[in-house]
């Protein structure tokens, strides 16, 4: 059984799906063990006590470097036994080393179809602003392992999603969200806890 840990910053909409999963049976091979917010007040951190998971809280700011923030959040992952990360709308950049340590092990999904409206400054509302300005007919979502370059990991999935005449973002975000993020990212997940991805033609192994 592989122990998963979500970070988190905001509403928790992610991490609810891959709740939901859990309790439909829907994750093979692994369980929630723990919530990592770097915003005390996460509405995530309230859903996933009502889900009995445990939670913890690290904010950037309380460590004097990147490195730092980095060292004492793999100090905790180890410590609760952690086989896979998933960064579910985690606002705070991790660094190198980090991802490093985890290589193959940390899962994202990001509100467009990678290699599209991704990168630095591509977040949130900020996606779907930059599709509608651009004239997209399809946008979407993607599903990836995360490197020390923004967005830049190995792609695990990907699923488009229409692009309406009256879209506005927030409309867009909605759609994004049920038809492919929360559909790709438990699947993912799953996938990973069972020993099903890989990454360049080699089985991701599970630690």
């Not at 999963?21 to 509405?43: C, H, K, M, T």
């Not at 996933?48 to 950037?60: D, N, S, Y």
């Not at 020390?148 to 973002?169: F, R």
């Given at each position: 059984?592989?122990?998963?840990?979500?970070?988190?910053?905001?509403?928790?909409?992610n991490?609810?799906?891959?709740?939901?999963?859990?309790?439909?049976?829907?994750?093979?091979?692994?369980?929630?063990?723990?919530?990592?917010s770097?915003?005390p007040?996460?509405?995530?951190?309230?859903?996933?006590?009502?889900?009995?998971?445990?939670?913890?809280?690290?904010?950037?700011?309380?460590?004097?470097s990147?490195?730092?923030?980095?060292?004492?959040?793999?100090a905790?992952?180890?410590?609760?036994?952690?086989?896979l990360?998933?960064?579910?709308?985690f606002m705070?950049v991790?660094?190198?080393?980090?991802?490093?340590?985890?290589?193959?092990?940390?899962?994202?999904?990001?509100?467009?179809?990678?290699?599209?409206?991704?990168?630095?400054?591509f977040?949130?509302l900020?996606?779907h602003?930059?599709?509608?300005?651009?004239?997209?007919?399809?946008?979407?979502?993607?599903?990836?392992?995360?490197?020390?370059?923004?967005?830049?990991?190995p792609?695990?999935?990907q699923?488009?999603?229409?692009?309406?005449?009256?879209?506005?973002?927030?409309?867009?975000?909605?759609?994004?969200?049920?038809?492919?993020?929360?559909?790709?990212?438990?699947?993912?997940?799953?996938?990973?806890?069972?020993?099903?991805?890989?990454?360049?033609?080699?089985?991701?192994?599970?630690?």
């Amino acid at each position: 059984m592989v122990n998963i840990a979500v970070l988190v910053s905001g509403g928790g909409t992610n991490l609810q799906a891959l709740i939901d999963a859990q309790q439909a049976g829907g994750i093979e091979d692994g369980r929630l063990a723990l919530v990592v917010s770097s915003n005390p007040e996460a509405f995530a951190l309230i859903r996933a006590q009502k889900a009995g998971v445990e939670t913890a809280v690290m904010r950037r700011r309380d460590y004097a470097s990147a490195e730092e923030y980095g060292a004492e959040l793999s100090a905790l992952l180890a410590e609760r036994q952690i086989g896979l990360v998933v960064l579910a709308g985690f606002m705070t950049v991790l660094p190198d080393s980090f991802c490093k340590a985890y290589e193959n092990r940390i899962i994202n999904v990001h509100p467009s179809l990678i290699p599209s409206f991704c990168g630095e400054g591509f977040y949130g509302l900020h996606v779907h602003e930059a599709a509608l300005k651009k004239g997209v007919k399809v946008s979407g979502a993607t599903v990836h392992f995360v490197s020390g370059v923004v967005d830049g990991g190995p792609i695990i999935a990907q699923k488009a999603v229409a692009v309406l005449p009256d879209d506005t973002p927030e409309t867009l975000q909605k759609r994004v969200m049920t038809e492919a993020e929360w559909v790709l990212l438990p699947h993912a997940v799953s996938d990973f806890c069972a020993g099903r991805l890989t990454v360049d033609g080699a089985v991701v192994k599970v630690r």
